[in-house]
């Protein structure tokens, strides 16, 4: 655990607000999420990273690191550009134009996988390449949520759920001459994406626990019996990928899967405190500066309201982590310009003081930051750009 004045000394030259990664701690969650994939090739997520040298830094560390799963086109392209290959697009494509900027790049010789569910996006793809003599490589996206009568425990992401949709499908890119089948992916996000140990919700906990139990089962045997069912069929396909960093001790065990993609497992966010199976370490964060003290044991802070999507409630708000005892005000929350923090503990907090925070999730963090300052063994020894301080913004 780092403390409060470590990360205060190292960063005092440093203007708030901004947004830190401990180089030491990062390095520790690859290791620890490499030691956890059971040789498996890994995918990194970049929508929980959006850093280029964060990701060129991941990726060195391992061949198993297999390549991106990019959250947009454009981005995709982007990242092509930056050298990066083997870039698997994790959502499907409707827009021409960003259609038209992947087949371009797949034409001078890059390795890009679209994502389909659907006739409509295989058309798509098929009408921009028209009677080019070349093979664009799909992925196909199958659900992978529980679906009982009145519940359904999982995403709404792709509507293929049975065998023989998959099949149609998959006849459906054989008889294409533009298209060439290039793997399966399938997002258990009911187990990768959901804590199972969140504090104070012990009841909420058990149910979780079950049903991710269930789950696993369930999922492990639906995807051997697709994979089973289209290996009869003597097709090669190149990958078949599965989970999150919230799923990759089940995920791996699985024997039909090659790949697994993780992502926030790398930051580690607040969110990913609350898993029973892991803890990585809090590798980056932001710090806010104390300007005002309105009372005593309250501290008021320039900034702080960079709340994460998903369903809204407490657990998308950052959270004061160092010094340690620090909280948010319950009636204010981090506001757009200033978070007021209650504080009691031992630290002598003054005005132009920092307080350290987490966010709930992964990349969102390096959408409100230019910069991430990196720290090692107690200072600063390098700044990367994120992506909106490479003047991008993908999503
Ligand atoms: C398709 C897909 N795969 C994997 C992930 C897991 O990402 P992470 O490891 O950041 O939780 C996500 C997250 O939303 C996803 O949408």
């Given at each position: 655990m780092k403390t409060y004045i470590q990360y205060k000394k190292a960063t005092d030259h440093i203007s708030k607000p901004f947004a830190f990664l401990d180089i030491d701690l990062l390095d520790d969650n690859i290791l620890q999420i490499l030691n956890h994939s059971s040789n498996k090739k890994i995918r990194i997520a970049s929508k929980s990273i959006r850093c280029v040298p964060v990701l060129k830094r991941i990726m060195e560390k391992s061949d198993r690191f297999q390549g991106v799963m990019c959250y947009s086109a454009p981005e995709a392209v982007f990242l092509s550009e930056h050298g990066f290959d083997d870039l698997l697009l994790g959502y499907p494509i409707t827009d021409k134009n960003y259609i038209t900027s992947i087949v371009e790049k797949i034409r001078e010789g890059k390795q890009i996988t679209f994502m389909v569910d659907c006739f409509k996006h295989i058309k798509l793809i098929e009408d921009t390449v028209k009677d080019e003599n070349i093979k664009i490589p799909v992925c196909i996206d199958v659900d992978m949520s529980l679906v009982y009568p009145k519940f359904r425990?999982?995403?709404?992401?792709?509507?293929l759920r049975s065998v023989h949709e998959i099949h149609q499908l998959i006849y459906t890119i054989q008889q294409s001459k533009q298209l060439k089948l290039d793997g399966f992916m399938g997002y258990e996000a009911q187990i990768a994406g959901i804590g199972d140990q969140v504090k104070g919700k012990h009841l909420k906990n058990s149910v979780v626990q079950l049903l991710k139990k269930q789950s696993i089962e369930q999922i492990k045997e639906k995807r051997a019996e697709i994979i089973d069912s289209i290996n009869e069929y003597d097709l090669s396909f190149r990958f078949v990928n599965g989970g999150g960093t919230g799923s990759l001790a089940s995920t791996c065990k699985e024997e039909v899967i090659t790949e697994v993609t993780v992502g926030s497992g790398f930051f580690?966010?607040?969110?990913?405190?609350?898993?029973?199976e892991f803890q990585y370490k809090p590798a980056a964060g932001f710090a806010l500066e104390i300007v005002r003290i309105p009372k005593e044991n309250i501290f008021t802070c320039t900034g702080g309201g960079y709340v994460a999507s998903?369903?809204?409630?407490?657990?998308?708000l950052p959270a004061p982590y160092l010094p340690e005892k620090t909280k948010l005000h319950s009636l204010e929350g981090a506001g757009e310009v200033q978070t007021p923090i209650l504080y009691k503990g031992e630290e002598n907090l003054d005005m132009g003081d920092p307080i350290f925070f987490r966010h709930s999730k992964s990349g969102e963090l390096c959408e409100r930051f230019n910069q991430l300052y990196c720290i090692s063994n107690g200072e600063v020894v390098d700044e990367f750009l994120t992506y909106r301080g490479e003047g991008k913004c993908f999503l």
């Open positions: 425990f999982g995403v709404y992401r792709s509507p580690s966010p607040l969110l990913f405190d609350s898993y029973k998903g369903a809204t409630g407490k657990d998308k």
